[in-house]
Nanobody, 127 residues
Framework: QVQLVESGGGLVQAGGSLRLSCAAS????????MAWFRQATGKEREFVAG????????DYADSVKGRFTISRDNAKNTVYLQMNSLKPEDTAVYYC????????????????????WGQGTQVTVSS
């Protein structure tokens, strides 16, 4: 089992930046792809960004490309999401997740592939 704990959410004005962190414990972090998802009120959870176990490949939702950057530090068992040029439509609860299989060379984007989830952190962007 792995425990995932997100931090770094908060309230920010449109155009501002936030950096989310997700600390993992309990399972070999470096073997698994990691991703960030978000869920706005009344909407389904959606993929935001992901990174392979090695960190060599990343993928992003079209809505955040060019504004968000995912990265991981396997030595610290942590994955990050740098969010710049934030928009009110980025307002959501953000969750980090770890995939079930490990050692994938592509970035999974389907929620069903991810077996471990954090508790979420709220990001609110005011206009």
């Amino acid at each position: 089992q792995v425990q995932l704990v997100e931090s770094g959410g908060g309230l920010v004005q449109a155009g501002g930046s936030l950096r989310l962190s997700c600390a993992a414990s309990g399972r070999t972090f470096s073997s698994y792809a990691m991703a960030w998802f978000r869920q706005a009120t009344g909407k389904e959870r959606e993929f935001v960004a992901g990174v392979t176990w090695s960190g060599d490949s990343t993928d992003y939702a079209d809505s955040v490309k060019g504004r968000f950057t995912i990265s991981r530090d396997n030595a610290k068992n942590t994955v990050y999401l740098q969010m710049n040029s934030l928009k009110p439509e980025d307002t959501a609860v953000y969750y980090c997740a770890q995939d079930r299989i490990g050692y994938s060379y592509y970035v999974p984007t389907d929620t069903n592939v991810f077996g471990s989830w954090g508790q979420g952190t709220q990001v609110t962007v005011s206009s």
